[in-house]
């Protein structure tokens, strides 16, 4: 299995996966056994996003770059889905 650099735990509480609580096949998403290629390209064809959300995804140079990517994605729709229509995100 390949190291990538990017942080695990990061990537998996960003779509609010406990460790070990989701698998994929038969191996945990939080197994090591897990490569980070395959762990951020699988969340990244198996969650709801857009078409363009994960062309986005794609157009990352390498597995850390995607994986924060998908991190901000997240973060940003989580973001989206707390703020009530009728408020704006800033001032």
């Known amino acids: 299995m390949e190291k990538t650099g990017m942080d695990r ?3 998996l509480s960003g779509v609010g996966i406990a460790a070990g609580a ?4 038969t191996v945990a ?3 090591p ?3 980070d290629d395959d762990l951020v390209n699988a969340l990244a064809q198996y969650l709801d996003l857009e078409a363009i959300e994960r ?3 794609l ?3 390498a597995v850390p770059e995607r994986a924060g990517a998908l991190i ?3 973060e940003m729709k989580t973001l989206l889905t707390r703020t009530p229509a009728n408020r704006p995100l800033a001032n």
């Open 33 to 35: 056994a897990l490569a």
């Open 72 to 74: 901000e994605l997240l």
């Open 22 to 25: 989701v698998v994929a096949g």
């Open 55 to 57: 062309q986005a995804l």
């Open 29 to 31: 998403l939080s197994s």
């Open 59 to 61: 157009e990352q140079p």
């Open 9 to 11: 735990r990061q990537v």
